[in-house]
C-alpha cells in the first residue's frame, strides 16, 4: 500500500510540474509579443488553472474507474464534452477580466479556435497519460500477486515433499527403539537421544536459506548414527569431502533422503557388511555430490530410484528451476546418485 501511494504521489507531482512548465510557457509567449505581465499571468492561470482543474478531476476518476478496452470512444467523448466546458467558460472569463486590453482581446478571439484545438489536446493527452499509468499500475499488481501465488505454492509443495520423508525413517527408528527397549536399554536411551537431536535440527532448517555443506554432513552424521544402532556392524559408511567445500551451500536435508535410499537398496538385499561413500568435490564453481551404494545385480527390485529420489528431484527444481540436478548410473556393483548444486539460485 505504501508503495503505491508513493507511486501515486510520484506521478502527480510530476504531472503538476509539466503543467507548471505549459502555464510558464504561455506567460512567456505572451510577454515576448509585447503584451502586459498582468495580461500575460491572468491569461495563463485562468486558461491553464481552469485547465488543469478539469484534466485533475478526470484523472482521479480513472484511478477509481477504468474502462475497458472497448469503452475508448466514451473516453473520447468526455473529452469532446470537457474541452467544450472549458472553451465557454474560458471565452466570456477571460475578456470580462480584461476587458480594457484591445489588442490582446483581438488575439484572443482569433486564437479561439486554436485554443481550443489545444485544450482537447491536453485533455485528451491526460486522459490517455492517466489511462496507460493506471493499467501498468495495475498489470505490475497483477504480476506481483501471480508471482506471489506461484510463490506460496512452490513452498508449500516444497514443504509437503519435505515432510512425505520424514515418517518413513522416523517409524522405523521407533520400530528399532522398541526391539532395543527390552534387550538393550542402553542403546534404546541412545537412539532416543540421537533422534530426537536429528527431529530438532530438521525442524530448524528452512528451504529459503541454504546451509553449508559442514553443517549438512553434520547433521547428516547424526541420521547415520541412528541406522548404525539399527544395521549394527553392517553399515559402514565413508566420507570423500574436499576441503574447498565444506563451505559450499545448498538446500538443508538434502543428503539425509540419498543415504536413506542407498541404505535400503544396499543393505535390503545383503546380509554381509555394505560401505556406502559421499563424496564431495568443486567443478565450475557447482557443488558435485556422489552417493555410492553396492547392490545385488541379481535382484529384481528396484536399485535406488525411489520415491525419495523422484520427490528430491522436483525439489530441487522448485529451488533451481533445473531439471538435470540429480542423476543416477551404475557402475559395475555400484549405485550412484550425484548431485550438482549451482552456487548461484
Known amino acids: 500500500m505504501n508503495q503505491n501511494s508513493a507511486s501515486s504521489k510520484s506521478f502527480f507531482a510530476g504531472y503538476t510540474l509539466l503543467w507548471l512548465i505549459w502555464m510558464g510557457l504561455h506567460f512567456l509567449i505572451l510577454t515576448y509579443n509585447g503584451f502586459s505581465i498582468f495580461t500575460a499571468a ?44 472549458w472553451f465557454v467558460i474560458v471565452k466570456y472569463l477571460i475578456p470580462c477580466c480584461l476587458s480594457e486590453d484591445g489588442p490582446f482581446l483581438e488575439l484572443f478571439h482569433a486564437t479561439l479556435l ?23 499500475k495495475n498489470q505490475k499488481e497483477e504480476n506481483e500477486r501471480h508471482f506471489q501465488s506461484i510463490q506460496l505454492a512452490k513452498d508449500a509443495e516444497l514443504a509437503t515433499l519435505r515432510q512425505q520423508l520424514q515418517p518413513h525413517f522416523l517409524f522405523n527408528s521407533l520400530n528399532s527403539i522398541s526391539a532395543l527397549a527390552g534387550s538393550k536399554p542402553q542403546e534404546a536411551r ?16 528452512d528451504d529459503a536459506n541454504l546451509t553449508p555443506l559442514s553443517e549438512e554432513l553434520n547433521h547428516l552424521k547424526l541420521y547415520l548414527d541412528i541406522e548404525k544402532v539399527r544395521f549394527g556392524y553392517r553399515l559402514k559408511t565413508t566420507f570423500e569431502i574436499a576441503e574447498n567445500c565444506n563451505a559450499l551451500l545448498l538446500p538443508p ?7 536413506e535410499n542407498a541404505i535400503k537398496f544396499g543393505l535390503y538385499d545383503t546380509i554381509g557388511e555394505v560401505t556406502i561413500t559421499i563424496k564431495a568435490n568443486e567443478l565450475n564453481n557447482d557443488l558435485i555430490i556422489e552417493v555410492m ?10 536399485k535406488g530410484v525411489g520415491f525419495g529420489l523422484s520427490s528430491l528431484q522436483r525439489r ?30
Not at 114 to 136: D, E, H, K, P
Not at 253 to 259: A, E, F, N
Request: glycine share 4%; hydrophobic share 45%; proline share 5%.
Open 253 to 259: 536435508l538434502l543428503l539425509q533422503p540419498i543415504v
Open 190 to 205: 541412545q537412539m532416543i537421544q540421537q533422534l530426537s537431536d536429528f527431529l530438532r535440527g530438521t525442524l530448524r532448517k
Open 42 to 85: 491572468t491569461d495563463s492561470l485562468i486558461s491553464n488553472l481552469l485547465l488543469f482543474l478539469i484534466c485533475l478531476i478526470i484523472t482521479n476518476i480513472l484511478r477509481i474507474y477504468q474502462p475497458g478496452k472497448n469503452s475508448s470512444k466514451y473516453l473520447v467523448f468526455w473529452c469532446l464534452i470537457l474541452g467544450i466546458k
Open 316 to 345: 530441487l527444481y522448485l529451488i533451481y528451476n533445473r531439471p538435470d540436478l540429480l542423476k543416477t548410473r551404475t557402475d559395475n556393483t555400484l549405485f550412484i546418485t550425484t548431485l550438482l548444486i549451482p552456487q548461484t539460485v
Open 293 to 302: 551404494n553396492p547392490y545385488d545385480t541379481d535382484s529384481s527390485g528396484p
Open 114 to 136: 486554436l485554443r481550443f484545438t489545444l485544450a482537447l489536446f491536453l485533455i485528451g493527452g491526460s486522459i490517455l497519460m492517466m489511462w496507460v499509468w493506471q493499467n501498468a
